[in-house]
């Protein structure tokens, strides 16, 4: 069955940088998309941006160039996402999903809390 | 950016209920394919989202047929047909036709 196992809870000091990390198995992930989400509790999902693990092309939201970079090693089948110069305000649940019809998502990983504080 | 604006529910909901959830999108979601790229989610309290309906019509796999989608090329609906504990929830439309893609501001389903 598809699974979408993401990295456990950051804490992470204003200035850093992270990387989350999203595994999968269960179907063929070289010739798949993946996206990824960003959500603060209580508030609505936001596109981050997509990449294709065939050849790592990317697509990013305007809102977060910059801010974010998508990355893939085919070899374990995970995607990666990093996030640098962090602000509180990308204190947030990151979710990876993967691309299905009609540019709508299957399959979610379970998510990962990030935590930007001094 | 493409703009999904949702409506609400007036909640509790009594059990056994039919509810319909509202969308409106700020551009026709129409393709040249004759396809309505606009689908839904239903994210439970703790959970990542599910993906109910796509191309607002089409039940994703798995997905009971008490949830069906319907609408024209800017305004959608979501119907449950009797509502259940485990519909309890925040439900999205999300719009697949531009990038970036969108979605909008969810609507809770609180059932009594």
């Known amino acids: 069955q598809v699974k979408l196992q993401q990295s456990g809870a950051e804490l992470v000091k204003p200035g850093a940088s992270v990387k989350l990390s999203c595994k999968t198995s269960?179907?063929?992930?070289?010739?798949?998309?993946m996206s990824w989400f960003k959500q603060i509790p209580g508030q609505s999902i936001e596109w981050i941006g997509m990449?294709?693990?065939?050849?790592?092309?990317?697509g990013y939201n305007q809102k977060f160039k910059g801010k974010a970079t998508l990355t893939v090693d085919t070899s374990s089948s995970t995607a990666y996402m990093d996030l640098s110069s962090l602000t509180t305000e990308d204190s947030a649940v990151y979710f990876c999903?993967?691309?299905?019809?009609?540019?709508?998502?299957?399959?979610w990983g379970q998510g990962v809390m990030v935590t930007v504080s001094s | 950016d493409i703009v999904m604006t949702q409506g609400a529910l007036p909640n509790p909901v009594p059990s056994g209920e039919s509810v319909s959830i509202t969308c409106r999108s700020s551009?026709?979601?129409?393709?040249?394919?004759?396809?309505?790229?606009l689908n839904w989610y239903l994210q439970r309290p703790g959970q990542s989202p599910q993906l109910l309906i796509y191309?607002?019509?089409t039940r994703a796999s798995g997905v009971s047929d008490r949830f069906s989608g319907s609408g024209s090329g800017t305004d959608f609906t979501l119907k449950i047909s009797g509502v259940e504990a485990e519909d309890v929830g925040v439900y999205y439309c999300?719009?697949?036709?531009?990038?970036?893609?969108?979605f909008g501001s969810g609507t809770k389903l609180e059932i009594k």
């Open positions: 999903a993967r691309l299905y019809e009609g540019l709508s998502f299957d399959y």
């Open positions: 269960g179907y063929t992930f070289s010739t798949s998309y």
């Open positions: 990449i294709y693990a065939g050849d790592g092309g990317t």
């Open positions: 551009k026709s979601l129409l393709y040249s394919d004759g396809k309505t790229y």
């Open positions: 191309w607002m019509s």
């Open positions: 999300q719009q697949g036709l531009e990038f970036p893609l969108t």
